[in-house]
């Protein structure tokens, strides 16, 4: 079974510029989830969708950052414009159901964003 | 949202048991307790997950006592491809999932 996809791997922007990360969830997953996991952090959840509809993106700076998940399947986060502080990896994650009871989530590789 | 506290970092050697422990003290009854393993460069990787008394899988042992208040990861026999961060978390009836700071393990020859 494929895993979680996500492009670009590596991105380096200037601050003001902005940026776009797509993923590609698990074939079937119905709950997409977006991370940011700044160095020596664990990850802190961005957004998360269930199907295309948000179910939660209380922790989404909502002035630059947006993100949409199309007809279900893939999702796209956008930052613009970025600060430095924006400097982290992006991770993607998808899980089968609703992620109601703490479900197994299943991680993308990242897109490690270098801000200047 | 109930908060999680494990220790910062753990060494062990090569071939012992490795016991993780999580503190909750304010888990709400519908959390499930999930552990999470990361690898540098990687996505963190689901490891096990529980609610209450002891659950054990391939790789890994959860122990959660009858108060819910604490859990313990067992990874018995770690090898140096266990060194890593475990990140415990709770989960359920609220959608938000908190990953803390995580456990650096370092296993060593």
């Known amino acids: 079974e494929a895993g979680v996809a996500q492009s670009p791997r590596y991105k380096i922007i200037e601050k003001r510029q902005s940026v776009a990360f797509w993923c590609n969830p698990i074939s079937g997953h119905a709950t997409l989830y977006w991370y940011q996991q700044i160095l020596g952090q664990g990850p802190k959840l961005l957004i998360q969708?269930?199907?295309?509809?948000?179910?939660?993106d209380s922790q989404l700076p909502k002035d630059r950052f947006s993100a949409e998940r199309l007809k279900g399947v893939d999702s796209t986060l956008k930052i613009q414009p970025a600060k430095l502080e924006d400097s982290a990896v992006y991770l993607c994650?998808?899980?089968?159901?609703?992620?109601?009871?703490?479900?197994?989530?299943?991680f993308g590789p990242g897109t490690r964003l270098t801000v200047t | 949202l109930a908060k999680t506290t494990q220790p910062i970092s753990m060494d062990s050697y090569e071939g012992q048991e490795v016991n993780i422990t999580c503190s909750h003290n304010?888990?709400?009854?519908?959390?499930?307790i999930t552990w999470y393993q990361q690898f540098p460069s990687q996505g963190p990787r689901f490891i096990i997950q529980g609610y209450k008394t002891k659950v054990t899988n391939e790789v890994a042992s959860l122990f959660i006592p009858a108060d819910r208040k604490s859990s313990t990861l067992s990874l018995p026999r770690v090898s140096l491809s266990d060194t890593a961060v475990y990140y415990c978390l709770l989960g359920a009836g609220s959608y938000q999932l908190t990953f803390g700071k995580g456990t650096k393990l370092s296993v060593i020859p």
């Open positions: 304010n888990i709400a009854t519908n959390d499930y």
């Open positions: 994650a998808s899980s089968l159901g609703l992620g109601i009871t703490g479900e197994e989530q299943y």
């Open positions: 969708f269930q199907n295309n509809g948000v179910v939660d």
